[in-house]
């Protein structure tokens, strides 16, 4: 089993930045991708960025691309989302995720419980 820590949320003004973070314990070595997802207040939970532990390749969604960088360190197993130049419409709950396989999805196996972003305009 694999458990996984999210930190780094809060309140934030519109331009600001905030980073995340996220720590697998448990059985640590994740072969596949680890990465975040977020759910805003009434809509479904949805991809932002991942990382692959092959390559070490990175993934992100249209709307936060040139604005988040995801990283990860394998040696101390988290995974971080740096944010930055952060909007009104980034405000959810970013949830770390991880897998065994190569692509991160929403029906990945293991999740964090999630923490709150919010950007106040």
């Known amino acids: 089993q694999v458990q996984l820590v999210e930190s780094g949320g809060g309140l934030v003004q519109a331009g600001g930045s905030l980073r995340l973070s996220c720590t697998a314990s448990g059985r640590t070595f994740i072969s596949g991708a680890m990465g975040w997802f977020r759910q805003a207040p009434g809509k479904e939970r949805e991809f932002v960025a991942s990382?692959?532990?092959?390559?070490?390749?990175?993934n992100y969604a249209t709307s936060v691309k040139g604005r988040f960088t995801v990283s990860r360190d394998f040696a101390k197993n988290t995974v971080d989302l740096q944010m930055n130049d952060l909007k009104p419409e980034d405000t959810a709950v970013y949830y770390c995720a991880a897998t065994y396989k190569v692509v991160l999805t929403l029906t990945s196996e293991y999740w964090g419980q999630g923490t709150q972003v919010t950007v106040s305009s």
């Open positions: 990382i692959r532990r092959t390559e070490s390749s990175t």
